[in-house]
Every structure is written in C-alpha cells, then in structure tokens.
C-alpha cells in the first residue's frame, strides 16, 4: 500500500538507501545532492550540498552515524548524518564514483569508479586516507559488497551505457588484506530476451540484452559460440526453414536485422531498419521471406512506428510495408502454410494479412489490453494471443470468431507457443511461471515454476519432448516433457555458459545434478515482510543459511538440513525466510547478508529490506 509520495528532488533519483535502524531514508540525486527522509513522518529532515554533478552512489556507516556518497565529479564525501556537516572530500578516482560500501565493524569505505576508470578503492574510514586500489573491472564497477566478516570485498563490472559496448560482466571476489584477486564469476550478461531452435532440434540460439546472440548444443547444454554485431539488445530470433541461417532484430538504437550463417557463426548480410527501440522478425515456412513489425521512437521522427515490414530474405531488398495499426506492433508470425501473417499490437488487437499481397483482411479485437504475442496452432486453424490484460485468447483464423479465453496468469502474458501436435499451449508472463494449457478444452493443466523473473520467451522443440523458456531473471529453462507420465513429474534444466542444470520440480522427485554451487538474488528483494531465498548445489551438502545485520550480528539461522544436488529455484524449494529474527521480531528495513553454508563451500549475498 502506498504510504507516502516523497517530493523535493529536481532531478532523476539514483540511489536509495535506509539508515541501520530504518528510521532515516537517503535519496541521491542527478540534482547534485542527497535528501534525507524520516521514513515514519514522511518528511524531509536534511539536504547535502556539496558535489558539482550528479550524485551516484550513498551508502551510511554501520552505526548509521556517517553518510558516504560517490558522484560524477569524481569525489567521495563523507557527512555527519545528523547534522549534515560535512566530515572529508576523498579524492583519487580519475572519474564518475558509481558505487560506495562501508566495512561490517565501519572502519573502511570501499568504492567503485564508473566506466572511465573501472577500479576499486579501499579507505580508511576515518583518516580519509587511500589504502589500495584493486584492478580488474574493465568497464565500470556496478556494486560493491562486503562478506560479514569483513574480509572479503566483491565487485560487480558493469556501468550500463547504452551508447558504451556493453559492459564487464563479471563478479569479481578480492581478499581485502591483501587485495589479491580471489575469483572471476563469469555469467550470462545480460535479460534473455529471446530463444529460438533450429529445425533439427540440435541447437538453440538465445538472444539478450547484452547484445549477443548465443548458441547452445542441445543435447548437454554446451555452449558452442557467441554472435556479436549488434549495438543494442537483442529482441527477437528466427531460424530458417533449413537451419542454415539464423535472423536476429535489434532493439534500442540498434535499428538492424542480422541474418547469421549457424555453421560457422558468421555474419551474412544486415537489413537496415527504420525502427529505434524494438523490432520483432520472421521467416515464412519457404524461407523466402522475412517479416520485420515496428517499434517505438522512429529515429527520425520521434513516434511509435504500426508498421510491418516484407523483406526478400536471400538479397535484403525491402519487398512491402503493411499499414494498419494505430499503434506499436509487437509481435508477427507466419501461419503454418506461409499464406497468412498476423500480428499484435498495443493497440489492443491482432490484424490478419495476406502474405502474398499484403492485403488485411481480419481485425480481431476483444483484448483489453497490448497484445504481446500471437501463435498459430500447427494446422493454421487457431491462432492464440497473449495480452496485457492477463489473458490468452483462441480465435478461427478463417471466420475471425473468439473460441475461448483462458484465465489463470497474474500478470501480463508476454509469450504463447503451440506444441508440434497442437494438443497444448504453453505460455509465460510477468507473474515469472509457465502455464501449460489443453487446446481443445482449454483448460489449465499445469504451471511450471523455477524463473524468478518475467518469462519473455517460450517454444516447444520440434519433437514436442521440451520446452524452453527465456526470462528477465537472466536464465534459460529447459523442461523435460517425455518424462512427463502425470503433469506432477516436470523437469527443468538451465543452461549457463558451459553447463547444464536440472532438476525435478516435483515435491517426491530426485533433483538431478547442478552444475556450480551457488547462493542466488532472494525475490522478491526488497520484500515484505517474507522472502525465498534460491540456491543450487553441485554435490549433496548440509545445508544452512544464516542472516547477518549490516554489524555482522546474527538475525536467524535456517536450517535446511541434508539436501540432494539440484537447483533449489522455485518457492517451493528454495529456503523461506519469514522477515523475522530468531526471537519472532519483525526485523527493520535496511541491508542484510545472507550466508549459504554448504559442507565444505561458504558464499555470501546481500539482501535489501524495505518494508
């Protein structure tokens, strides 16, 4: 429920960060200062002034007496945050500060520069005075993250820039004694956006908003080769017909179609697209075509673009453009035969046009809402929309009549998807799960949990024996169909760079192996006052978590007991923390770590309350 509307900045909010006893908000702004909240009133208390540009990064020492901030002028600056005095300038980065951390007992500040100079740096707290300064990071450092004892630093690379190329993408653990490089984390980069197999089965290609298209052997998850040309994220992906050739949009000033060749991974042609933000693409079933629907911000003319564009595959030479749509279209695909196109749009309908002619001849309307995505059933007979409005709609793609509409997601459904014989359609949404739906009856015959972020993407192998699923929360879900004998036994994998992952999702099932041990973001974060807590094991552990305060004082233990190697993703599965200590309290808002001890393996994450 909102409580409060907090006014007073005159610029875009950077950064937000509650005092240890919860009692005081921090709110750094592009305005060039930070505002100061009591959180139970509601009111301004202070205003620091002091930095020439925008201010990136805050962050309050342990015992809530000292108020730390990084800014674009390249300083750090340390208040008394109850009078707002200011105590030191630290200087020493040679640009933008973007992050900014104090140690567990507040003896040392750690920060992080941005993108002109990617290092991290240690201080004395206190003094003021520079200690070291780690090197590693390659385009900015995003966050910055002290273990409970103290004696682990981790940084993330990143500082996302639109116009940069792309970020560092790495996790890097350093020991803050010595300031030696512990270990690099290397990981997807970026939101998949987009998934696609090739006809055979063999490959799956996966798109995202690092920029890259990725492909994958099916088979055992090995990742095979990345390819890279495009300058925003990737939005959309198709196959050709025969495999040979792999299509991807752009999205976010990228403006392109890039057609692949799947066999080598080299790039064939670019198709230039008047389109600034998003652009989804499709092949016709004879491979001869491609079909390009628009975006929003045409880059020379600053509106969305309705338009669906035909293009000859093999030379790129712009066949036709369909008008019709009063509004951003977000989805086209091919009926089975190649002779109907349809495509959804946010102006809340779904248009049919003959693909030989570019003619319309159908207007479905009945949505309220975007229509984020349309599917034709394998015969061409039924298309299936997916809307803003939470529901999935059947239409006769013949007459245009409304068979049905199925209820069930709770959030807007991004993604629908056919399985090879038509009997079921599976769907994603924002609400992170995966609905699998009976066609002819349209009743609701499973949900499938494990992503921890919207589910952007869903297909069907061409065998029908898996499905794929691509989400926000950076991860791709391979789920084992055949073994399916009562929609109770569902199987999930996950692909990362060089591994495969799985495990049953049912509550009797025997998870089989992860690839990495690992203690994953909690969801939802900040929460209130519950949250899930995933991790994974490699190996059979016992497994304990432990909640630390920003102090290192320990809040609650639990105690999962010996547990199977598996992925422990879902809420069904993952660990449950109630938001409470060990005596039943409600803890406050403010940072938390949380340490997941397997057996031998130790790892630690940060945890955001804000009730």
Known sequence: MHRKLLKGHTSLVHCLVFSPDGFSLASAS?????????????????????HSYSVLSVAFSPDGNTLANGGMDGTIRLWNASTGELRKTLSGHKAEVSSVAFSPDGDTLASGGGRRDPTVRLWDARSGQHLQTFDGHVRGVNSLAFSPDGKTLASS????????????????????????????????????????????????????????????????GQYLRSLEGHTGFVSSMMFSPDGATLASSGGWRDSTIRRWGTRNGRH?????????????????????????????????????????????????????????????????????????????????????WNANTGGHFQTLSGHKGPVYSVAFSPNGGILASGSGDYKIRFWNVRTGEHLQTLNGHKGPVFTTAFSPDGGTLASGARDCVIRLWNVRTGEHQRTLEGHTGAVNTVAFSPDGGTLVSGSYDGTILLWDLRRVTTWGNVKHAAITDGARQAVQLSPSATPLPSSQTALLANYPNPFNPETW???QLETPADVVLTIYDMNGERVR???????????????????????????????????YFCTLTASSFTTTRKMLVGK
Not at 278 to 293: E, H, I, M, Q
Not at 310 to 322: F, I
């Open 533 to 535: 807590i995933p991790y």
């Open 157 to 220: 690379g990143g500082w996302f820039a639109i116009w940069d190329n792309w970020n560092d993408s790495t996790i890097r653990l350093w020991n803050v004694r010595s300031g030696q490089n512990l270990k690099t984390i290397k990981r997807h980069t970026g939101e998949v956006i987009s998934l696609a197999f090739s006809p055979d089965g063999r490959t799956l290609a996966s798109g995202s908003m690092d920029m890259t298209v990725r492909l994958w052997y099916l088979r055992n």
């Open 557 to 591: 233990t639990l105690a999962a007991g010996h547990q199977p190697a598996g992925m422990y993703h879902s809420r069904n599965r993952a660990a449950y923390w109630d938001g409470r200590n060990q005596q039943g309290e409600f803890v406050s808002s403010g940072l």
């Open 30 to 50: 592009k305005d060039s200062t930070i505002r100061l909240w009591d959180t139970h009133a509601g009111v301004h208390r202070l205003t620091f002034s002091g």
């Open 268 to 352: 064939k042609r670019t198709l230039k697209v008047d389109v600034d933000l998003f652009c989804y693409v499709a092949f016709s079933p004879d491979g001869r075509t491609l079909a390009s629907s628009g975006g929003v911000f045409l880059s020379n003319k600053g509106w969305s673009d309705s338009t669906i564009r035909l293009w000859h595959a093999g030379s790129g030479r712009h066949l036709q453009t369909l008008e019709g749509h009063t509004d951003e279209v977000s989805f086209v695909g091919f009926s089975p035969d190649g002779s109907t196109l349809a495509s959804g749009s946010r102006d809340n309908t779904i248009r049919l």
